[in-house]
C-alpha cells in the first residue's frame, strides 16, 4: 500500500520560512515524477510545483516562483518543498502527489502531466502575522 507522511507545515509570520517533506512507503518514488499542490480554503487545489524522476525538469507556478524550492533525495524515498519569504495568501493545506506510471511527467511549462494516483493526507501551512 503507498502511503505519504508529510511533515514541516505549521504556522509562521509573513516573510517567514517552511520547509515540507514528504516521505513515502509502499513504492520507490525513484521512477516516478512527483508533485507539490495545496489547497486554500475555499478554492480548488492547485499544482504548485513538481520534479520529474531525475530532478532535471522542474515546474513552479508562478505564484510560488523564487520562493519554493522542490528537490528530492531517491535515496530517502523523500520529496522536499522548500519554502521561503511566506506570505498570508500561502496559507493552505499542502498535498503531495504520486503517479502510479512512469508515463505521468513534469514539465517546466506545464506542471505534472498525466493521471496523479497516489494523495498524502496533506498538511496546514498558516502564515499569519
Known amino acids: 500500500q503507498v502511503q505519504f507522511v508529510e511533515s514541516g507545515g505549521g504556522e509562521v509570520q509573513p516573510g517567514g520560512s517552511l520547509n515540507l517533506s514528504c516521505v513515502a512507503s509502499g513504492t520507490t518514488l525513484d521512477y516516478y515524477a512527483v508533485g507539490w499542490f495545496r489547497q486554500a480554503p475555499g478554492k480548488e487545489r492547485e499544482g504548485i510545483s513538481c520534479i520529474s524522476m531525475s530532478g532535471s525538469n522542474i515546474y513552479y507556478e508562478d505564484s510560488v516562483k523564487g520562493r519554493f524550492t522542490i528537490s528530492r533525495d531517491n535515496a530517502k524515498n523523500t520529496v522536499y518543498l522548500q519554502m521561503e519569504d511566506l506570505k498570508p495568501e500561502d496559507t493552505a493545506v499542502y498535498y503531495c502527489?504520486?503517479?502510479?506510471?512512469?508515463?505521468?511527467?513534469?514539465?517546466?511549462?506545464?506542471?505534472?502531466?498525466?493521471?496523479?494516483?497516489?494523495w498524502g493526507k496533506g498538511i496546514q501551512v498558516t502564515v499569519s502575522s
Open positions: 502527489a504520486l503517479p502510479r506510471s512512469a508515463t505521468t511527467y513534469c514539465s517546466g511549462a506545464r506542471g505534472l502531466v498525466g493521471d496523479l494516483d497516489y
